[in-house]
């Protein structure tokens, strides 16, 4: 397969904006000068939107924000339109704006971006429409709605849980399957940090693509990661050209997971990964040959995870209900990664050579139809020597 290249998102800059946003101010600064306060004001609003826009603020109107982010003596200015049918917004000033917020460039850098919630509104000025009439009290306007949920997607995250955002997306990683229990069990720790996250498989089926083959159809759990991980560069790969579905922080990359060169390929424009999610074909061959060439490149303390183990058992996907530790199905593959986690552990007088992973695995856990693996140094140093000898037997 020809694979192609030239995702029309610059993730390197909007990386550079999320790990400056940890930093301090003259950090921030130095980056917003280099990627430009326009684009970095951009990209802030486009995070924004998203994070508002699902789902939309019931409201019986329109209602009118501007966004000024100051830098220096300037201002950049965008006006956003929250109506019922969602959000949209465009650089532009307005006057007599429902709701105004100002906040320094690189302090709003922060809260959108930076690690931790609600610590970068000390300079923030908030401006509301009709205040000053008393029926404010009594039937508080939309405006009011509009601005609460701003300031929670700008500071707080909102702080939805894997299902409410699986529904939200329409992922199918809850309904049809109940994994978004263990993935918040496993994920929530790291949700907080600049992490790469790598999904394979798109998905969108579509009756008149006959499965899963429009390129304009899917994305769904993708988008739930990118919301999930407000600091992620969330990338996904399909043997289906979906490249088109790319947006901020979200990569889609075209490539076949059963092929070790495409693979390689997707990880030079990744960089090492923390999450891999496979959500791909489901056959054993592929789900093994992705493992052994994905799993090098995750980095310590970061997860692999593999989808739908059930196929494991099932002739169609090279599964087999007969024989269940074969080292060709992925269940039985996975099985041989538990005697490595207790490679040290083994005696001596076996013949088991050292696996390719024993070392780097630190944990293996097992759920219905999924399995989340740990990276990490796995030397821990075997029990006492007395204790692993055979034992004398008594006269
Ligand atoms: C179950 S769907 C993925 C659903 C998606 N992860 C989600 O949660 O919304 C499986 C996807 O894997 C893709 N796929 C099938 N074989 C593949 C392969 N060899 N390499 C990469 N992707 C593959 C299909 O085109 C399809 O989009």
Same mark, same amino acid.
């Given at each position: ?277 496979? &959500? %791909?074909? +489901?056959?054993? @061959?592929?789900?093994?040959? #992705?493992? =052994?060439? !994905?799993?090098?490149?995750? /980095? ?38 538990? &005697? %490595?986690? +207790?490679?040290? @552990?083994?005696?001596?007088? #076996?013949? =088991?050579? !050292?696996?390719?992973?024993? /070392? ?36």
């Amino acid at each position: 397969m020809i694979l192609f290249w030239g995702a029309p998102v610059v993730a390197d800059d909007i990386a550079r904006v999320i790990s400056a946003a940890g930093c301090r101010d003259e950090e921030i600064a130095a980056v917003i000068d280099s990627v430009g306060p326009g684009r970095v004001a951009g990209m802030l609003v486009d995070e924004i939107a998203y994070r508002w826009d699902r789902p939309p603020v019931e409201l019986g109107e329109e209602v009118v924000v501007q966004l000024c982010f100051r830098h220096g003596a300037s201002g950049i200015s965008y006006l956003v339109r929250v109506d019922p049918a969602g959000v949209t917004y465009e650089p532009n000033d307005v006057e007599k704006p429902h709701v105004r917020v100002e906040q320094d460039l690189r302090e709003a850098v922060r809260a959108v971006f930076g690690p931790g919630d609600g610590r970068a509104a000390a300079g923030r000025r908030l401006e509301l429409r009709g205040l000053d009439s008393p029926l404010a009290f009594v039937r508080p306007p939309p405006a009011f709605r509009v601005a609460q949920r701003l300031l929670a997607t700008m500071d707080d995250r909102d702080g939805f849980g894997l299902t409410e955002l699986a529904g939200r997306y329409g992922s199918d990683k809850w309904g049809i399957h109940r994994y978004t229990q263990h993935y918040q069990h496993h994920f929530e720790p790291l949700r907080d940090r600049p992490l790469t996250v790598l999904e394979i498989g798109v998905g969108g089926l579509s009756v008149s693509a006959n499965g899963y083959g429009d390129p304009t159809k899917g994305g769904e759990s993708l988008r739930m990661w990118k919301h999930y991980f407000p600091r992620a560069l969330v990338y996904g790969i399909d043997i289906v050209d979906k490249r088109a579905l790319s947006e901020q922080r979200i990569t889609i990359l075209h490539a076949d997971q059963s092929n070790p060169a495409e693979l390689d390929e997707v990880v030079k424009e990744t960089g090492p990964l923390d999450i891999v999610i496979d &959500d %791909g074909s +489901h056959r054993s @061959e592929h789900v093994i040959t #992705s493992f =052994r060439t !994905l799993f090098p490149r995750v /980095r310590d303390g970061g997860l692999y995870v593999i989808e739908d183990l059930q196929t494991s058992y099932w002739p169609r996907f090279g599964g087999n209900s007969d024989v269940f530790d074969g080292p060709s199905t992925s269940v039985g593959f996975l099985k041989a990664l538990v &005697d %490595g986690l +207790h490679y040290e @552990e083994i005696l001596d007088s #076996s013949d =088991r050579v !050292l696996g390719d992973f024993d /070392r780097a695995i630190k944990g293996l856990h097992f759920y219905h139809n999924i399995a989340f693996v740990e990276k990490g140094l796995n030397a821990e140093g075997g029990g006492p020597t007395w204790l692993r000898q055979p034992s004398r037997r008594r006269r």
